[in-house]
């Protein structure tokens, strides 16, 4: 773990997330802070791979989120999953090599039942895909993150404006 949670709790290949309050993961852009204290439960990974995760939670709170984490260091991370913003789902998916960006897609249901992420790392490049059923996979996102031969992999969760929720993460998977 970095930045474990006092409530967590694994059973089978469930992780089972009480998320903290008023932490977050981000860089600096629009608003200026920056913030590194969110939950990340990680691996390493190494060289070309693709990652996977099914992510279920209560997400009620501006900018609650969940998601995969591919991470250097502070300054160079991508996270992709889902985020409750402006009283909708969305995926949400960020770039920081520095400073964060942020692209989202507005989803087109309230309520969610379960969201999978799919992240596919070639050289330095990755590309990111999401699903609402694990069959039918969206393309997101594609973009520069580095050639580093190992980062750390594996399921991130924040609560920047509220009290916190919970999480379950599922099927966390990284193939070569």
């Not at 009480?18 to 939950?39: I, Q, S, Y």
């Not at 693709?50 to 209560?58: A, D």
């Amino acid at each position: 773990w970095m930045n474990k949670p006092d409530k967590w709790k694994q059973k089978g290949d469930d992780i089972k997330v009480t998320v903290p309050e008023e932490t977050d993961f981000w860089r600096g852009t629009l608003h200026g802070f920056t913030k590194d204290d969110a939950p990340f439960y990680w691996m390493f990974a190494d060289n070309d791979f693709e990652t996977r995760l099914t992510i279920k939670g209560k997400f009620k709170y501006l900018y609650d989120q969940a998601g995969l984490m591919l991470r250097i260091d502070a300054e160079n991370w991508v996270k992709l999953g889902i985020c409750h913003y402006r009283d909708q789902l969305y995926v949400s998916c960020c770039f920081t090599r520095g400073k964060s960006d942020w692209s989202t897609h507005r989803l087109p249901i309230t309520k969610i039942d379960k969201f999978h992420v799919w992240a596919k790392r070639k050289g330095e490049v990755i590309d990111c895909y999401y699903s609402l059923d694990n069959e039918n996979w969206i393309h997101i996102r594609q973009g520069y993150f580095s050639d580093k031969p190992r980062i750390r992999v594996g399921m991130m969760c924040a609560a920047p404006e509220s009290a916190g929720f919970k999480v379950t993460f599922s099927d966390f998977m990284i193939k070569n």
